[in-house]
């Protein structure tokens, strides 16, 4: 294994410049349990309001009574009209309970000062004024709501026993979800803010894939998280691929119907499937970057050319349109805009492909595609980017798991071709040799999440 400080492999001859690592960069272990995927989302939360503790003891509400008081008047109302007078003004009336001539001298005095009719007489509207100027409602109201506000939240798939953990982003306090027990999930996504998830396994018999799709209970703001069962239904045994909308409420999944490979959709919301894609070619990679494309790869192997196709699931015509191949060992990875795709080869060179112009532009940085994330604007990628490479037959090895990269984090930008060193997980305090896949930003991009393929735990890195 490569020393440490050994720079990174080929970033077109770039070295960064002094002060262009961010320093600040704080970099976390998220899960206490090795993940089988994970979603980032907006969630809400209830808003720490801190309590004031006051300096004095207030007094006890008032209770003017229901009747009208006037001079003459006596009983506990008038003492409370007393305490009041005390309280607000200061005076040193004696509380007797006795309503006097000096008692409506000072109500006449309060009356005017608060531009009420001055008749010394202490009615509805008068008693209505006392209360409003301590803030004290004469009825009943409804409860002003809580504050909440949203930020970023991470929902995951513990991988040996399918139970799934939440967690704020800001304050990591992981919390159980579910109570599901699906032994030895590989691979898992979820959907539409996290309210769906998708979970494949191996069957008992240890050859068959099932896949699946659960429904995860409601939360109740403020409430406590009490973990409970997930309720759903299997997609076909052996289905052999599936990735999820961007707006994550549909999948995408890949099964064989005779001797045909069929791309079906599933809008999780209303449970309606829309076959997309037919093809007597059995081994694809798919991607559902935007709601007008789902991309389809041709499964990647040494040597082997690779290419790369494009579906519209919204349009009547569902045939396959070719986008670009001919790339031994070909892995790619479509912007947002669906006008770029980030793609390797079997030397993990990245390379930028234009499928409006039809034109490639070399990167120079040296990684896979899957250890890279598209920003929202489609203008940069972020990327687990390899020390050292050694000569292999990629990308094969490296899927085999028969080798093992460390990695720095690199954020490439695509418009000018700079790259910004993140950070070197190895070098800082309580740091790891990471093998970086499965990265996502939350949605304002201060957060980079990804997995450690070495052993499936998930990591967050603060960007500001």
């Known amino acids: 294994m490569p020393s440490p400080v050994t720079p990174p492999v080929d970033i077109s001859g770039y070295e960064p410049e002094l002060g262009s690592e961010i320093i ?105 004024q006392m209360y409003s100027s301590v803030n004290q409602k004469m009825e009943t109201t409804k409860p002003t709501p809580p504050l909440t506000e949203f930020v970023p939240a991470v929902r995951y798939v513990d991988k040996a026993t399918g139970n799934i953990y939440q967690t704020f982003t800001d304050k990591i306090e ?93 809008n999780l919301l209303n449970n309606k499937k829309v076959q997309v894609f037919d093809s007597p070619f059995a081994e694809w990679l798919s991607w559902w970057p935007n709601n007008k494309m789902i991309t389809l790869t041709t499964r990647p192997a040494y ?76 203008d940069a990628v972020y990327c687990a980017v390899p020390k050292f490479i050694g000569a292999a037959q990629y990308p094969d090895i490296w899927y085999q798991g028969e080798v093992s990269f460390s990695d720095q984090l690199w954020k490439v930008d695509i418009v000018n071709g700079n790259a910004t060193l993140l950070l070197d997980p190895i070098t800082i305090t309580n740091g790891e040799e990471i093998d970086g896949i499965k990265l996502s930003l939350d949605e304002n991009e201060n957060y980079l999440f990804f997995v450690n393929k070495k052993d499936s735990f998930l990591w967050k890195l603060n960007l500001k």
């Open 174 to 266: 992981e919390r159980k979800f579910s109570t599901a027990l699906i032994p030895k999930v590989y691979e898992a996504f979820f959907g539409s803010k996290g309210e769906f998830v998708v979970m494949r396994y191996l069957n008992a018999d240890g050859r068959t894939v099932e896949t699946f799709v659960g429904n995860l209970p409601k939360e109740h703001l403020g409430a406590d998280t009490t973990p409970d069962e997930i309720k759903g239904s299997f997609l076909p045994k052996d289905a052999k691929d599936v990735s999820v909308s961007a707006n994550a409420e549909s999948i995408f999944y890949l099964f064989n119907v005779g001797d045909n490979m069929v791309g079906t959709t599933l």
């Open 303 to 378: 040597g082997i050319p690779g290419y790369m196709y494009g579906v519209d699931p919204t349009s009547s015509n569902k045939h396959l349109n070719k986008i670009f191949g001919g790339i031994n060992g070909l892995t790619t990875l479509p912007s947002p805009n669906g006008k770029l795709v980030l793609y390797g080869d079997g030397g993990l060179s990245l390379s930028v492909y234009h499928t409006d112009t039809k034109v490639s532009d070399l990167l120079g940085t040296r990684t896979l595609p899957e250890k890279c994330v598209w920003d929202r604007a489609s």
């Open 24 to 128: 600040g960069a704080k970099l976390m272990k998220v899960s206490s349990v090795p993940v089988a995927g994970f979603i980032v989302f907006q969630k809400e939360r209830l808003i720490d309001v801190p309590i004031i503790i006051p300096t004095t003891t207030p007094s006890a509400p008032y209770d003017f009574g229901s009747t009208t008081l006037k001079n003459g008047s006596v009983g506990g109302a008038v003492e409370e009209i007393q305490r009041f007078l005390n309280d607000t003004l200061s005076l040193g009336l004696e509380p007797d309970g006795v309503f006097d001539t000096e008692i409506a001298d000072v109500i006449k005095q309060w009356q005017s000062d608060n531009k009420l009719v001055a008749d010394g007489i202490v009615g509805a509207k008068t008693k209505a």
